[in-house]
């Protein structure tokens, strides 16, 4: 799914892009990570899939802290 840099949903697709590359720099799967932040596999597997049109910064706050990323790595490659 391409979305317009125009398009108020870019922010969500290069996020899901970015948690789906730190999960597997982690050597995770979608499943490992869901039980790892206590999360449904579902919100992970539609996170890094566009499927959720939104999600909390709580979310990528639990993500950065169990994974010991800065929350700076979720917003790489945003113009």
Known sequence: MKIDKNNNKYIYVIVGKN???IRK???LTQVQLADLIQYNEGTIANTENNSYQTFSL???YIISK????SMT???KDIN
Do not use: Q, S, T
């Open 19 to 21: 948690i789906k590359r």
């Open 73 to 75: 790595e979720f917003f």
């Open 25 to 27: 720099e982690h050597h």
């Open 66 to 69: 169990k994974l010991n990323v």
């Open 58 to 60: 709580e979310f990528l």
